[in-house]
């Protein structure tokens, strides 16, 4: 399957580029569309419209656990630990919030306060 860039993509295009590939895993699993709709306790009118993009977190969670592929979580968002360095600043206490200065641009044109 070729790559595809994914910020050329809008969201909805992504969420159902998603569902089209659990789609294919369930196809080579052999697996009905029914069969997971009732292990699950959904419709299957729920599980397309997680298939097409358009359904619940957490019901694409289990989707992946009936097909057994739930291994694909961890690598569609892999843990990341925090750096020494920020364990130590943290020393002990657990981050809550972000202070949202990473992800700011300056402004180019704004005027710096020289403080006169």
């Known amino acids: 399957m070729p ?7 809008s969201d909805e295009a992504i969420a159902a580029e998603l569902g089209g590939r659990i789609e294919q895993l369930r196809l080579e699993a052999d697996i009905t569309q029914e069969s997971i709709a009732e292990e699950l306790g959904i ?3 729920t599980y397309r419209a997680v298939i097409k993009g358009r359904g619940k977190f957490a019901t694409l969670i289990g989707i992946l656990r009936v097909l057994g592929q ?3 979580v961890n690598r569609f ?13 943290l020393q002990g206490r657990q981050r809550q919030r972000a ?7 300056k402004d ?3 005027e710096e306060d020289l403080g006169w």
């Open 77 to 89: 968002i892999p843990e990341t630990p925090f750096s020494p360095m920020a364990l130590l600043e």
């Open 99 to 105: 202070s949202g200065a990473g992800g700011r641009k």
């Open 43 to 45: 419709t299957t009118k």
């Open 70 to 72: 739930l291994e694909l």
């Open 3 to 9: 790559v595809k860039n994914l910020y050329s993509m």
């Open 108 to 110: 180019p044109h704004a």
